[in-house]
C-alpha cells in the first residue's frame, strides 16, 4: 500500500459539521481520505480526542466502524445529537412554539423594542452595538407592514442601521432591574489562567451569568426553561443544539465587525479565549435562536442531511464506567463515551485498532474544556454528565500544570495507544505550536511511547484555524500530519545547543535556496519545524525560539525586506545569493507558475482545487507556496466557467527562463 506523502487539498464543509461551534475542527475530506486509506474495509478507526466528532463522522461515510473517545462532553452530545431522528415538523413546531410565546412577553418586549425610523409603529431590535460603554448603534427589524410595502417594490433587506434614542439609550441603563425567576448558570469562574482577572472585571464580576447582558440572560433563561420541560429526549437534545449555538453569538465577547467587512448585522465569538473587548455588539437572543435553529449553519440545515451526507443513520454504542463493551468490536458504526484517553486500555482490547488519526491537545495552545464551559455550564443542568473534568485534561496552564506535567501525561497516552493499536497499524497526529519546547515534549512522548515517525507533512489549509491562533503572521491555516508506526529503534538523538543552531541555519539556507526567491518567514518556520520532527532531536533546555536563531545571521547570511504581498512575515533572502545557489534554476514562483501553465494544457479545464493539488505534490513542505496565490495564476492563463478554469491558449514561451 502506498502511502500518502504530501498535503491534500480541503473542500467545502458539508451542512453537517457548519452548525456546531467547536475550536480546532478538522478538514473533513483530508481526514476521510485518511481514515478510508489506512483501515482496511470492517476494520476500525480510533480517534481518541474526538473534539466536534467530524473524523469518527467521516469514518461513518466511509463505511468504517469508528470509536470516538474525548474527556469533553460535548463530543458525546454531538454525537448523539447527529444520531437521533430528526423529525423537521416536529421540530419547527417546538421551535416556533417557544419564539411565539418569548416574543409575547411583557420583559421581551419592553426591552427589545424601539420605534420604528419610518412609521409609527414599534420594531424589534435585531443587536446593539458599545463601546466603552456607549450604546451607539442599533439594528432594526423592518416591521410586517414594512416588510410588505419592501416586498411590493422588490426592495432587498430585513433590517437596517439605527442610532440609539433616548429611549434605548435609557432601556440600555435600567436593563440590570430586570427580575429573572428561571435558571441561570451562576457559579464562579473555575480557578484557571483562562479567566483572568481583567477578563472577569471586565464581564462585570466572578459570576458566569455576566457572560450576557441582563435583558439577554433573561430571555436566554426561558428559552432554555422552555426546552428543559421538553419530554421528548431527541427533540429536546435538537433544541439544545440550536440553543448552544446562541449562547455564545449572543454574549459580551462578541465584537462589531469592522466596516470593511460589509457585515453590520453579524458577530462572532472569533478567538479562542475569553476576552471582553471594549467594543461590543449585544445580539438579540430570541432573533440567534431562530437563525441557530432554521435556515443556514441551523440545526435544520445540518439534522436534515445527516443520513443523506453519512448514507445512514449511525448505529451507536456509548460505553461508560458501567457498561465499557470492552469486547465488543462488532455491531456498530460508532462506539463513543466521556473518557479520558489514559483510560483508554479500560474501554478498548489490545490490538484491535487498525489506524488511529486525532488531533491531540497542542500543549496550552487552546483551552478545549476551559472554552467549553460555555456551553457545558447550561447542559451539566439538564444532566450531571455534561461536568467537565478538568483535572484530567492534558495541557499546558500557567501555575497549574507545566511542561512536564503535559509531557508525562501526553506519553503515557501514546502508549495507552501503543497497546490497542495493530503491530501493523499507523498513527497520524495533526499538531501545531509555534513554541519548541512544546513540540520537544510532542516528539519526546512519541518516541517514549515506542513510535517512530515515518513522514512529516505541512498541511497548508485553507481556512484558518486555532493551530496558528498565537501566529503572529497568521495567513492559511496550518498543521502537520506526523505519521508513525510501531518501533523499538526510538532512541532520542541529543544534540547541544551548537549543533542545533547550525541544523537550523543550514536548512534554512536549503529551504531558502531551494525556493530561489524571498521567502516570507512563516513558510521558512513551517520548513524547518518539518526537517525538526523528522530529525526526532531532544531540545529540552533550548531557550531560544527558531526566530532568534535565524536573527542572529541578519546582517551575515541573511537579509530582510517587507513582505507587501501577504501577512507571512518578513521576506528572508541571502546577502550573497551566489554564495548558496549555485546551480542556475527558476524562482519557485515562476516554477509554479509553469507548473499551472503545464497542467491547463494537459487537460484543457482543471478546477482550483486540482490545481492545488498538483502544487502540493510537486511543492512539499518548506516549498509549498502560499495557495492564496493560485487564483491569480489562473486567471493569466484560463477562463473560468462554473467550477472550471478554461485553459486560453497562452504559449510556454511568453514565461522567462532562467
Given at each position: 500500500m502506498k502511502d500518502i506523502n504530501f498535503a491534500l487539498v480541503e473542500e467545502k464543509r458539508p451542512p453537517i459539521y457548519t452548525a456546531m461551534k467547536y475550536w480546532g475542527k478538522k478538514p473533513h475530506n483530508i481526514w476521510r481520505k485518511y481514515i478510508e486509506h489506512y483501515t482496511p474495509k470492517n476494520g476500525i478507526y480510533l480517534d481518541p480526542f474526538s473534539g466536534s466528532a467530524i473524523s469518527v463522522f467521516e469514518a461513518v461515510k466511509a463505511n468504517r466502524k469508528a470509536i470516538a473517545f474525548d474527556l469533553n462532553p460535548l463530543t458525546s452530545f454531538t454525537i448523539?445529537?447527529?444520531?437521533?431522528?430528526?423529525?423537521?415538523?416536529?421540530f419547527a413546531k417546538s421551535v416556533n412554539d417557544i419564539l411565539n410565546e418569548i416574543e409575547n412577553d411583557k420583559i421581551y418586549l419592553k426591552y427589545f423594542s424601539t420605534k420604528s425610523r419610518n412609521s409609527d409603529e414599534n420594531a424589534i431590535v435585531q443587536h446593539f452595538k458599545w463601546e466603552d460603554g456607549r450604546l451607539y448603534e442599533i439594528g432594526v427589524i423592518y416591521t410586517n407592514s414594512e416588510k410588505k410595502i419592501r416586498l411590493n417594490k422588490k426592495i432587498k433587506g430585513s433590517k437596517y442601521i439605527a442610532t440609539p434614542n433616548s429611549k434605548d439609550q435609557e432601556l440600555a441603563k435600567t436593563q440590570s432591574k430586570i427580575k429573572i425567576t428561571t435558571w441561570t448558570p451562576s457559579e464562579s469562574f473555575n480557578e484557571s489562567p483562562s479567566f483572568s482577572k481583567g477578563f472577569i472585571n471586565a464581564i462585570g464580576g466572578n459570576n458566569f451569568s455576566n457572560i450576557w447582558t441582563k435583558r439577554n440572560l433573561y430571555v436566554l433563561s426561558k428559552i432554555f426553561d422552555k426546552i428543559k420541560k421538553i419530554d421528548n429526549e431527541s427533540l429536546k437534545a435538537q433544541l439544545l443544539f440550536g440553543f448552544i449555538q446562541t449562547l455564545h453569538l449572543t454574549s459580551k465577547m462578541c465584537v462589531p465587525r469592522r466596516p470593511a467587512s460589509k457585515r453590520p448585522f453579524?458577530?462572532?465569538?472569533?478567538?479562542?479565549?475569553?476576552?471582553?473587548s471594549s467594543r461590543q455588539m449585544e445580539m438579540n437572543p430570541l432573533h440567534v435562536f431562530r437563525g441557530s435553529c432554521f435556515g443556514k449553519q441551523s440545526v435544520e440545515s445540518s439534522l436534515t442531511k445527516v443520513k443523506e451526507y453519512l448514507g445512514k443513520t449511525p448505529e451507536v454504542i456509548k460505553v461508560s464506567k458501567k457498561n465499557n463493551y470492552k469486547d465488543k468490536l462488532n455491531g456498530f458504526d460508532l462506539k463513543y463515551g466521556i473518557v479520558d484517553i489514559n483510560t483508554i486500555t479500560s474501554f478498548i482490547p489490545d490490538k484491535s485498532i487498525d489506524f488511529i488519526m486525532t488531533d491531540p491537545p497542542y500543549g496550552g495552545l487552546v483551552q478545549y474544556l476551559d472554552l467549553s464551559l460555555i456551553w457545558l455550564n447550561w447542559l451539566k443542568n439538564i444532566d450531571q454528565k455534561y461536568v467537565a473534568n478538568s483535572q484530567a485534561e492534558i495541557t499546558v496552564k500557567t501555575g497549574q500544570k507545566d511542561i512536564n506535567y503535559f509531557e508525562k501525561k501526553f506519553t503515557n497516552a501514546l502508549k495507552n495507544l501503543h497497546i490497542v493499536l495493530k503491530d501493523k497499524g499507523k498513527i497520524v497526529f495533526t499538531f501545531h505550536n509555534?513554541?519548541?519546547?512544546?513540540?520537544?515534549?510532542?516528539?519526546?512522548?512519541?518516541?517514549l511511547a515506542d513510535f517512530k515517525i515515518e513522514k512529516v507533512i505541512h498541511q497548508q489549509n485553507r481556512r484558518s484555524g486555532e493551530s496558528n491562533v498565537s501566529n503572529p503572521y497568521g495567513t492559511s491555516g496550518t498543521d502537520f500530519y506526523i505519521r508513525c508506526v510501531k518501533s523499538k529503534d526510538t532512541k532520542i538523538k541529543t544534540i547541544n545547543k551548537h549543533e542545533f543552531e547550525d541544523f537550523v541555519i543550514k536548512k534554512a539556507i536549503e529551504i531558502i535556496a531551494l525556493r530561489n526567491e524571498p521567502t516570507p518567514y512563516l513558510f521558512l518556520f513551517n520548513g524547518l519545524l518539518t526537517s525538526i520532527s523528522s530529525e526526532g532531536f531532544d531540545l529540552d533546555n533550548f531557550d531560544e525560539n527558531l526566530k532568534q536563531m535565524l536573527d542572529k545571521n541578519i546582517g551575515?547570511?541573511?537579509?530582510?525586506?517587507?513582505?507587501?504581498?501577504?501577512k507571512a512575515g518578513n521576506l528572508w533572502w541571502f546577502v550573497n545569493p551566489d554564495d548558496y545557489i549555485k546551480k542556475p534554476v527558476a524562482s519557485l514562483t515562476e516554477r509554479v507558475d509553469k507548473s499551472i501553465l503545464d497542467l491547463l494544457i494537459l487537460n484543457k479545464s482543471i478546477t482550483l482545487e486540482e490545481a492545488i493539488s498538483d502544487t502540493f505534490q510537486k511543492y512539499p513542505n518548506g516549498l509549498t507556496p502560499d495557495i492564496k496565490t493560485i487564483p491569480s495564476i489562473l486567471k493569466k492563463y484560463a477562463k473560468k466557467s462554473g467550477e472550471k478554469w478554461l485553459y486560453n491558449g497562452t504559449k510556454p514561451s511568453a514565461i522567462s527562463k532562467k
Open positions: 448523539e445529537v447527529f444520531s437521533t431522528k430528526f423529525d423537521i415538523d416536529l453579524s458577530t462572532s465569538w472569533g478567538r479562542s479565549a475569553y476576552l471582553c509555534q513554541e519548541i519546547s512544546i513540540w520537544n515534549s510532542f516528539l519526546k512522548s512519541i518516541k551575515i547570511i541573511f537579509c530582510l525586506s517587507n513582505n507587501t504581498f501577504n
